[in-house]
């Protein structure tokens, strides 16, 4: 089975925040809660560069690792999902995250945390598929559609891709070899230690 | 002949087109104060790829370099690189370590159950009693005792649930059970620093270490056997109370902090928030679990100090006898008959107070 990756092509991405805005659109995520998020470093400066960010779905997941319920769980394509039902809100998820992914809408009026809520890579939960507990949780399954990511299927200058690993790192090999420079595939010795050398 | 002059004109004017928009071009120059940018910087391949060869972009995000972002709560951090090592930390030493801890102490304290039993009053209850505690004090103790007691077992379910209790009772029943203590820790939490400071106002007189405490230390305690000499509070239970009110104290702070996210951004002292409130609390409960020990089935007599508020005459004799000559005036017959010189130190201490 295929490994699913998300990669950023920091030469190609030009901050237009697309990618949240469809991601929001297509799952009808929680107010004030954004699933990915595009960083822009060095702004106005020479080696400007923008980098659209969400769960990586880590192969050696740290949320998984540190849930004190035990409600995250991988799928066979490498997906890292997790449980909204057993999920407590205890914020350890987003301690651990290297990218930040993992976000909590305000439960109470002290501030505490509601049930964490990250990217899914549009792949749902562990409800029956396209059911309205799902959609509702976890917002659109379209991997049990056949479809990719709607955030990198949209992504006007196709810096940011989704997919099988070694499609998507092929891809991206193509692009450094034709442009001659960027071989930076950002995150990736984080998420997936071992499969890639940058 | 009107054709080629056409022409001609056509391309006379093209012509002055070209040179007049050449000639602009030109003319657009940086004004006389601006500021050239020194190239000596510029190692990428480019202008527009920076300063900064490619590989220290790179490593330098990997580092947590922050940049901007208008949407999502982490903002511009690309990678927190100390999250991995609150999780190696967290799983590594915390989790496992706490869990072997506490079953030490509770084998520990099993062992020396069978082995000294319970310390039973040498001369028995002589059926008259000396009063101990006031009822604000054993108010007070019991307050933070049932508060205690409730956030560490909600505590404890929530760092050892997912190794001890989850496999046992399914994730499902687990987790109804962590979110209840969750919920439970987070409302209970600011009573414990209300307790704190009630009890840290009425035990504190009396609890300040003096001389006689490094000999208590030198015999052992009389945990052993034979007689270590006490004034109200001996020296097990001056440690006790300190590490209640310093550790208590490190647990309210951090506990605050954790509990009201919002009151910092700053993730990083939310990780170390996390360790030191679940070292201190694991080390507290250890202690508790011998404090529990010896003040229930460990010693004869002991219970009634916080319940009644009266204990034997006998037990204050055998156990805090500077404290019951102080308050009585006589003079304790437990102590050793040989050192006559302790009468002595007892006359000094009643002097300088407890």
């Not at chain 2, 120059?29 to 060869?53: F, H, K, W, Y």
């Amino acid at each position: 089975m295929a490994r699913m990756k998300f990669l950023c092509d920091a030469e190609r991405c030009i901050e237009c925040n697309a990618c949240v805005t469809a991601c929001k659109n297509e799952h009808e995520v929680p107010w004030g809660i954004n699933r990915r998020r595009v960083v822009t470093l060095s702004d106005g400066k020479p080696g400007e560069r923008s980098i659209s960010v969400a769960c990586m779905h880590c192969s050696d997941a740290p949320c998984m690792a540190v849930c004190p319920v035990d409600c995250f769980y991988q799928t066979p394509d490498g997906v890292v999902l997790h449980n909204k039902d057993l999920c407590i809100g205890c914020g350890y998820c987003f301690f651990a995250c290297p990218f930040g992914a993992p976000q909590y809408p305000q439960a109470g009026n002290f501030g505490s945390r509601g049930k964490m809520d990250k990217c899914t890579f549009c792949a749902g939960g562990p409800d029956a598929d396209h059911s309205a507990e799902e959609f509702k949780k976890y917002g659109r399954n379209r991997m049990a559609e056949g479809k990719l990511p709607i955030c990198a299927e949209m992504c006007s200058t196709k810096a940011l891709l989704a997919g099988d690993g070694n499609i998507v790192s092929n891809i991206y090999r193509e692009r450094v070899v034709g442009r001659g420079f960027g071989s930076g595939a950002w995150g990736w010795g984080r998420a997936y230690p071992g499969s890639v050398s940058n | 002949m009107m054709l080629h002059r056409l022409i001609a004109a056509i391309f006379f004017i093209a012509l002055m087109l070209v040179s007049v928009t050449t000639i602009n071009a030109q003319s657009v120059r940086p004004p006389g104060n601006a500021v050239n940018q020194s190239t000596d910087e510029q190692i990428g391949t480019s202008n527009t790829l920076g300063p900064d060869s490619q590989s220290k972009y790179w490593h330098d995000l990997r580092q947590g370099k922050s940049g901007l972002s208008t949407t999502g709560r982490s903002g511009g951090l690309l990678i927190q690189a100390q999250g991995e090592q609150w999780r190696l930390i967290r799983k590594n030493y915390i989790i496992k370590y706490s869990g072997w801890v506490l079953a030490a102490v509770l084998v520990i304290l099993v062992l020396f159950f069978l082995i000294r039993g319970k310390i039973r009053l040498k001369g028995g209850r002589s059926g008259q009693t000396i009063s101990r505690f006031s009822l604000p004090h054993r108010t007070a103790h019991w307050f933070m005792a049932s508060i205690f007691i409730m956030l560490g077992l909600s505590g404890l379910i929530l760092l050892l649930g997912r190794t001890a209790l989850a496999p046992l009772i399914g994730k499902n029943v687990y987790s109804i059970f962590a979110s209840a203590a969750m919920q439970g820790h987070n409302l209970f939490g600011p009573l414990f620093i209300v307790a704190l400071v009630w009890m840290y106002y009425l035990f504190v007189p009396g609890n300040f270490f003096k001389m006689v405490d490094l000999k208590w230390i030198l015999k052992g305690g009389g945990l052993i056997g034979g007689h270590a000499s006490a004034g109200h509070y001996n020296f097990g239970e001056k440690v006790w109370f300190w590490a209640v009110a310093i550790v208590g104290l490190l647990i309210s702070i951090t506990g605050i902090i954790l509990e009201f996210p919002w009151l910092s951004a700053n993730l990083q002292l939310l990780q170390i928030s996390t360790i030191v409130h679940a070292i201190g609390a694991v080390g507290l409960i250890a202690f508790a679990l011998g404090h529990i020990y010896i003040g229930t089935i460990g010693m004869e007599g002991a219970l009634d100090s916080m319940t009644t508020g009266d204990v034997d005459v006998n037990w204050a004799k055998e156990h805090h006898d500077l404290w019951y000559e102080e308050v009585t005036g006589e003079k304790s017959a437990t102590h050793d008959q040989g050192e006559t010189g302790h009468a002595q130190v007892y006359s000094q201490d009643k002097i300088t107070g407890v």
